[in-house]
């Protein structure tokens, strides 16, 4: 029997916090090269239950795999580090948790065109296939500090996601 990601994590001490489950591109240096984040994409993933939870990483892990294999001149964006925060760290299968996924971008035009694609038609059938409503998912963007270029405002939003949203390209 294969073994699922989580259930190969669990297998050890329960983790009481985020939990790595998947390396992305900002603890691998080699994945990004000398290619320089432009922008950057918090995913939350909330899922009801754990064989949903299960179901979302492994799904992240057969696209990572696939992204893996294209050409480095294609590799536009990448997948950042994947965190899992279980619902009920003393006994994780019992419960749901929230999937966090980050995703990096390379190219401010590509970034501009594809940004959104989160939830687009395709993503928003795999959620179906994972059993994530759209509801349970959020996506926020953030544009790196030299690419970005911000407007002052009478009243400055205090959160990182107020200021990136106040952010222009």
Not at 6 to 14: D, H, K, Q
Not at 90 to 118: H, K, N, Q
Not at 120 to 136: C, F, N, Q, T, W
Request: aromatic share 8%; net charge negative; glycine share 8%.
């Amino acid at each position: 029997m294969v073994q699922s990601v989580l259930e190969a994590i669990l297998s050890g001490p329960t983790p009481r916090t985020r939990t790595q489950v998947l390396t992305g591109e900002s603890s691998d240096p080699a994945r990004r090269g000398d290619k320089k984040v432009v922008a950057f994409s918090d995913c939350r993933y909330r899922c009801a239950d754990f064989a949903t939870l299960v179901r979302c990483v492994d799904a992240i892990k057969d696209s990572d795999d696939k992204l893996r294999a294209r050409p480095d001149d294609l590799m536009l964006w990448d997948w950042d580090d994947t965190h899992v925060q279980f619902d009920n760290p003393d006994d994780p299968r019992s419960g749901g948790g929230i999937v966090f996924l980050g995703v990096a971008w390379y190219d401010m035009e590509f970034f501009t065109e594809r940004g959104g694609a989160g939830f687009s038609r395709m993503h928003r059938k795999v959620y179906e296939l994972i059993g994530i409503p759209e509801d349970a998912i959020t996506i926020q963007h953030f544009l790196c500090a030299d690419v970005a270029r911000f407007t002052a405002t009478e009243d400055v939003p205090d959160s990182p996601a107020a200021l990136a949203a106040g952010a222009t390209i």
